[in-house]
């Protein structure tokens, strides 16, 4: 059944980027590096044959930027930036490997996965501080009510995303796995914000 457009102003779509050039290694908002020819593909890849989004909002990096300013172009859509939007601070770890980490900080990521709130990188972004601007975005993107909205960001960006409609202790969004392109869904009704898909492989529209 086709939902009918009142419905569809409370829709968030959100995509992480596409691999960037470097490969896997970690990146807050400390390492800028731009999509890679394969990050753009799985980019291009990931859209639907039709939109409907009314706008795109994004993260100042230009992993994210750079796609959903040409997107945005493609379909004459308004974007803007908003930087509450940009990866969460990785400090000392930024640009590393894991193997690179592994070998300058023995223990250092199993004690972060075990728990990432206590063993943090050195000089890394509180996580508390990361979902609460994050949480303000989602916010402010639910109060201007002109849905349905694509916001191009991070996958620390979309798993607090998630853990916000979960309800989800801050902590817990480390369990949430999202791949390169992959993408959520976030609607809002009378029973409150839900999450509607997790890192779905496209962006074409479901009836």
Not at 92 to 106: D, H, M, N, V, Y
Not at 168 to 183: D, E, N, Q, T, V
Request: with cysteine.
């Amino acid at each position: 059944m086709q939902l009918c457009k009142d419905e569809e102003r409370w829709r968030i779509d959100l995509i992480r980027h596409g691999e960037p050039v470097g490969g896997d290694r970690y990146r807050g908002d400390g390492v800028d590096d731009p999509l890679s020819e394969r990050g753009w593909s799985q980019m291009w890849a990931a859209m639907p044959s039709q939109v409907d989004w009314s706008r795109v909002v994004t993260s100042p990096l230009r992993r994210c930027l750079a796609f959903a300013r040409a997107l945005a172009e493609r379909h004459d859509l308004p974007v803007s930036v908003e930087p509450d939007l940009r990866e969460v601070g990785f400090g000392a770890w930024e640009g590393l490997t894991k193997a690179q980490i592994r070998s300058r900080w023995p223990g250092a990521l199993r004690a972060f996965h075990a728990d990432p709130l206590a063993n943090r990188p050195e000089g890394a972004e509180p996580l508390e501080v990361f979902h609460a601007r994050v949480t303000r975005a989602v916010e402010s993107i639910w109060r201007a009510g002109d849905g349905p909205v694509l916001v191009v960001s991070h996958a620390g960006v979309l798993r607090a995303a998630a853990a916000m409609a979960l309800e989800l202790s801050p902590p817990s969004m480390y369990r949430l796995r999202i791949a390169y392109a992959g993408w959520a869904r976030l609607r809002r009704d009378e029973r409150g914000t839900g999450l509607e898909r997790w890192n779905a492989p496209t962006l074409e529209q479901a009836g």
